[in-house]
């Protein structure tokens, strides 16, 4: 493996690791209590300021008011626990450095341009990105339920899906994207080849 490669193993314990193994392999276990995910959030604003690779100046200030809006207030960590089935278990903390990586994948296109995102767009790409990494792994049933009973009691800006498509297609925000050139949601549709 070359020098900047790096390689992360999300293990549940260490409880069958030889010293051995964990001091050839630099393995460092910190138990989800210890360390939870808001300083994730943290840590990706700052970086992007000291970067540069920001999409605008109030970027810092957006994230941490959708984390209060979306994730906090709601206690979405203990509602998708408790209402919820995943296909796999992924830890939060896992599902916050999925939600950190689309979300910058997402605006990566606007920093590369160098134009800025106001808040209202940014929003749109935390609500695509917070539906995702949060409850990409549901089946439809539960991605309706999240739909209903998450994004839209946060009075998310979400797609206009008419209650006959979302009662016969099962339409939510999952069948969605942000749109880069309209900056708006258009219904997701396969590549032509």
């Known amino acids: ?9 999300e293990v549940e314990n260490l409880d069958n690791a030889s010293p051995a193994t964990v001091s050839r392999c630099g393995i460092i276990y ?22 540069k690779t920001y999409c605008h100046a109030d970027e810092s200030e957006w994230i941490t008011a959708f984390v209060q809006k979306y994730i906090e207030k ?3 960590v203990i509602t998708l626990m408790k ?3 995943y296909m796999m278990p992924c830890p939060m903390i896992i599902r916050v450095t999925q939600f950190l990586s689309l979300l910058q994948a997402v605006l990566q296109p606007h ?3 160098g134009e800025p995102v106001d808040k209202k767009v940014f929003e749109l790409y935390f609500v695509y990105a917070l539906a995702w990494s949060f409850a990409g792994l549901f089946e439809t049933d539960d991605r ?3 739909h209903r ?16 498509r979302a009662q016969t297609d099962k339409e939510t925000v999952f069948d969605y994207c ?9 219904i997701w549709e396969v590549p032509e080849w």
């Open 1 to 9: 493996m070359s020098d900047n490669c790096k390689m992360t193993f």
């Open 30 to 51: 910190v138990s989800p209590p210890d360390l939870s995910w808001e300083p994730l959030f943290d840590t990706w604003s700052r970086d992007r300021v000291e970067t």
């Open 74 to 76: 709601p206690n979405l």
């Open 83 to 85: 209402g919820y089935t």
């Open 111 to 113: 920093v590369l341009k």
């Open 144 to 146: 309706q339920k999240f």
């Open 149 to 164: 009973e998450v994004l839209e009691k946060c009075q998310a800006p979400l797609p206009a899906i008419s209650a006959a």
């Open 178 to 186: 942000v749109n880069y050139e309209t900056k708006s949601w258009k």
